[in-house]
């Protein structure tokens, strides 16, 4: 009889394992790089952002499930991602847009409010 529990609740665990993915979705957004933020390494405001830059996207073609700041969408970028960075900040100078692939399913950092995590960006001509 316990058995048949245990198959009963690893069952349901796996259908809402597959159904998490079902709804995750990538997304290829053109937009306009709005605030960037960097927290400095040895911060002590919000310890997971230590060494993270996000970016907002300003005016973008598609409305992903991800956070949003002072209402523009949210993108974060880990530590070591500094050819990203630089191309974020070229497009916000230049006053170009970029594309940028997310998937709204990935968020980093861990935590509550945690922002789509950045996943390709093309700076646009």
């Known amino acids: 009889m316990c058995l048949n529990k245990i198959h009963i ?3 349901a665990n796996f259908l809402m394992s597959f159904c998490n993915v ?4 990538k ?4 937009a306009e790089v709005g605030m960037i933020r960097y ?5 002590t405001i919000d310890e997971k952002w230590r060494k993270h830059v996000w970016f907002t996207l300003v005016n973008p ?4 499930d991800c956070p949003k700041y002072q ?3 949210a993108i974060s970028v880990p530590d070591g991602n500094e050819t990203a960075i630089s ?3 070229a497009a916000q100078v230049a006053d170009k847009k970029v594309r940028v692939v997310i998937d709204d399913d990935v968020r980093f950092p861990a935590g509550i409010n945690q922002e789509c995590k950045l996943q ?4 646009l001509p």
Do not use: H, N, R
Not at 39 to 43: G, I, N, V
């Open 39 to 43: 927290a400095e390494s040895s911060q």
């Open 61 to 64: 073609d598609q409305s992903p």
């Open 87 to 89: 191309m974020i900040l």
């Open 27 to 30: 997304f290829d957004i053109t």
């Open 120 to 123: 390709f960006i093309d700076l």
């Open 71 to 73: 209402g523009d969408y």
């Open 22 to 25: 079902c709804f995750a979705e």
């Open 9 to 11: 609740v690893m069952s």
